[in-house]
């Protein structure tokens, strides 16, 4: 059975044009956790910038920085304190305009992440908004509101935040304010122009120091229903895209009037050439995400369908299939994640039984399943590879090319996630996938740093690390390399032709062709499938034979066809 995806957009020859994030690999550094320069323990933006050349020789096409902003680290630096500064624990702004040189110079876009729902509580305007009176202009930037009962000491709202917790916090002047995070977020009132107004300097501010594009967080929050009075909504868990209406009538997530601030912002990006790009993260139905990833918006979205999906082969199938689609609908590419800093790294995720309670088994220290890491890392190599091979963007996360896992046994007292206390321990939190670097076999913190590290790293980080990888064919660097490398050689178009169908996938095997004659197969089984015939370029595991084995993708290239 052959389907084909017809090329929709540009050759790589345009990489250096305006479309260079079509099919982009892009790497994410949560600085914090890749490099630290001055032995604080936190890794900071002269560690990143000496690393960059790990990327280069990585081979992706962009470095995504998660925030480095001036932070209270309420929310690992999702809290932002100034939107238009460097945390003085990671550097200065010098230090900020010393990494963008530093990657251009090394052929790498940069991309920095905007946080436009909430600011941190210690940002000047809401420190401003405290000292006001209710009803005052301060105030009118964030969300306050009097509270329900008989003396206003019920939340205004039923609203849960998403870590946990009433979505309000009440003030000693009895007025409650918004935070659909931690309290210390609270949320902007995007109905304000002043909101708006600040958000458009603040995108001028960074693109006009280089930089290429955005990461733009909870893209999905900002516009919201505030005529008075607010509605309930039935205390649904606050976060879940599954319960979302489909017409954009829930009160703060996804509604139609999110879009006219992208618009506004594609003013903005388009002032520049080439334009500044952007990407949505917005836990929205699938109906819905096409709108933020449109030229007229934000030009991409996230599709998290991937990464939540499970390594079956008939799941994968409609989940790409489905991506495509809408990317294609949107006038987008499609972009692929397998692993970030808010989820359970993907070489222990798929190392789990597929039922197993992730959060469950985070609880129980990683003992209960124990995993299989072994059989974790060559799922989630054939993961990577099937994504690699697909067309559009793939977001990398740092730490995967290692095939690090998930820290699953950190010591409760060591966890800064407040998912950790939000939740009153029912969650223990994303601190597992963000623990520094391990750069070095051995040394203070395994290279991350000369004085510690922010997280404690296991004992095993040293054979993980860099140092410990590289040269080795068959450990995941040199697969990631390899990969990335070869990515580059074979990408032509946007183009996919499946050539296995329903049948095969209920086998377990996916195959597509790329134009060119560059041929993926994935075997999500436990017994070997056929190879396509042709010149083997890559496999996630070794294929000895005519075979490819359980568990495994595989890149073939036949002669032209
Ligand atoms: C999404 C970010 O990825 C996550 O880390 C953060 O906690 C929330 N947005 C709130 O900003």
């Known amino acids: 059975m052959t389907v084909r995806y017809h090329a929709a957009g540009t050759d790589t020859a345009h990489r250096d044009t305006r479309?260079?994030?079509?099919?982009?690999?892009?790497?994410?550094?949560?600085?914090?956790?890749?490099?630290?320069?001055?032995g604080d323990g936190i890794g900071d933006l002269p560690g990143a910038t000496s690393r960059l050349g790990h990327l280069a020789a990585l081979g992706v096409d962009a470095v995504w920085l998660s925030p480095f902003y001036p932070s209270e680290l309420a929310d690992g630096g999702y809290d932002v304190a100034d939107y238009r500064d460097v945390d003085p624990r990671l550097g200065t702004l010098d230090d900020f305009d010393a990494l963008v040189a530093e990657a251009h110079r090394l052929g790498l876009k940069v991309m920095v992440?905007?946080?436009?729902?909430?600011?941190?509580?210690?940002?000047?305007?809401?420190?401003?908004?405290?000292?006001?009176?209710?009803?005052s202009a301060a105030r009118e930037r964030y969300v306050f509101r009097a509270g329900k009962g008989e003396h206003g000491e019920l939340p205004p709202t039923d609203w849960v935040s998403c870590f946990g917790g009433p979505a309000w916090?009440?003030?000693?002047?009895?007025?409650?304010?918004?935070?659909?995070?931690?309290?210390?977020?609270?949320?902007?009132?995007?109905?304000?122009?002043?909101?708006?107004?600040?958000?458009?300097t603040t995108l001028r501010f960074w693109s006009d120091r280089g930089v290429d594009g955005f990461r733009v967080d909870v893209a999905h929050g900002l516009a919201k229903d505030l005529a008075a009075p607010l509605r309930d909504i039935g205390a649904v868990e606050a976060c879940e895209p599954r319960d979302l209406p489909e017409d954009g009538s829930h009160p703060f997530w996804d509604r139609d009037?999110?879009?006219?601030?992208?618009?506004?912002?594609?003013?903005?990006?388009?002032?520049?050439?080439?334009?500044?790009?952007?990407?949505?993260?917005?836990?929205?139905?699938?109906?819905?995400?096409?709108?933020y990833a449109t030229p007229q918006e934000l030009g991409q979205a996230f599709n998290f369908d991937?990464?939540?999906?499970?390594?079956?082969?008939?799941?994968?199938?409609?989940?790409?299939?489905?991506?495509?689609?809408?990317?294609?609908?949107?006038?987008?590419?499609?972009?692929?994640?397998?692993?970030n800093h808010d989820v359970i790294r993907h070489a222990s995720r798929h190392g789990l039984p597929e039922a197993c309670d992730a959060e469950a088994w985070l609880l129980s220290d990683g003992r209960r399943p124990a995993l299989d890491r072994e059989d974790g890392l060559r799922r989630a190599l054939a993961a990577t590879l099937l994504m690699l091979a697909l067309p559009g963007s793939g977001y990398l996360y740092?730490?995967?090319?290692?095939?690090l896992p998930e820290v699953a046994d950190l010591d409760r007292a060591a966890l800064q996630d407040p998912v950790w206390t939000r939740s009153q321990g029912r969650s223990k939190g994303r601190d597992?996938?963000?623990?520094?670097?391990?750069?070095?076999?051995?040394?203070?913190?395994?290279?991350?740093?000369?004085?510690?590290?922010w997280l404690p790293q296991p004992p095993y980080w040293g054979e993980v690390s860099v140092e410990a990888q590289e040269g080795d064919p068959a450990a995941p660097l040199e697969?990631?390399?390899?990969?990335?490398?070869?990515?580059?050689?074979?990408?032509?178009?946007?183009?996919?032709?499946?050539?296995?169908?329903?049948?095969?996938?209920?086998?377990?095997?996916?195959?597509?062709?790329?134009?060119?004659?560059?041929?993926?197969?994935?075997?999500?089984?436990?017994?070997?499938?056929?190879?396509?015939?042709?010149?083997?370029?890559?496999?996630?595991a070794p294929v000895t034979g005519e075979r490819l084995p359980p568990w495994t993708t595989a890149w073939v290239r036949t002669a032209t066809e």
Do not use: K, M
């Open 432 to 453: 597992g996938c963000r623990v520094p670097l391990p750069w070095r076999r051995d040394g203070s913190s395994y290279g991350f740093g000369s004085g510690g590290s």
């Open 257 to 291: 009037e999110v879009h006219e601030i992208f618009r506004d912002w594609r003013g903005v990006f388009d002032e520049y050439d080439p334009p500044r790009v952007a990407v949505a993260e917005a836990w929205v139905r699938n109906s819905r995400r096409t709108a």
């Open 113 to 135: 992440d905007i946080v436009p729902n909430h600011s941190s509580d210690q940002h000047a305007w809401f420190q401003e908004a405290l000292r006001s009176a209710p009803g």
């Open 479 to 540: 697969v990631y390399r390899t990969a990335l490398r070869l990515r580059r050689r074979l990408l032509a178009d946007e183009a996919l032709e499946w050539l296995s169908g329903p049948d095969e996938a209920a086998g377990g095997l996916l195959h597509f062709r790329r134009s060119g004659g560059w041929h993926c197969v994935t075997n999500l089984s436990d017994t070997p499938q056929p190879l396509p015939g042709g010149t083997l370029l890559l496999s996630s």
């Open 306 to 339: 991937f990464l939540e999906a499970a390594l079956r082969a008939g799941v994968l199938r409609a989940c790409i299939d489905t991506a495509l689609a809408d990317a294609r609908a949107a006038g987008a590419t499609a972009t692929w994640v397998l692993s």
């Open 398 to 403: 740092q730490g995967e090319e290692l095939g």
């Open 169 to 200: 916090t009440r003030l000693p002047d009895g007025w409650w304010y918004l935070h659909l995070f931690a309290p210390q977020q609270p949320d902007f009132n995007w109905d304000n122009p002043e909101v708006r107004a600040d958000f458009r």
């Open 19 to 38: 479309d260079w994030w079509r099919q982009a690999v892009v790497y994410q550094v949560y600085p914090r956790s890749f490099a630290d320069s001055d």
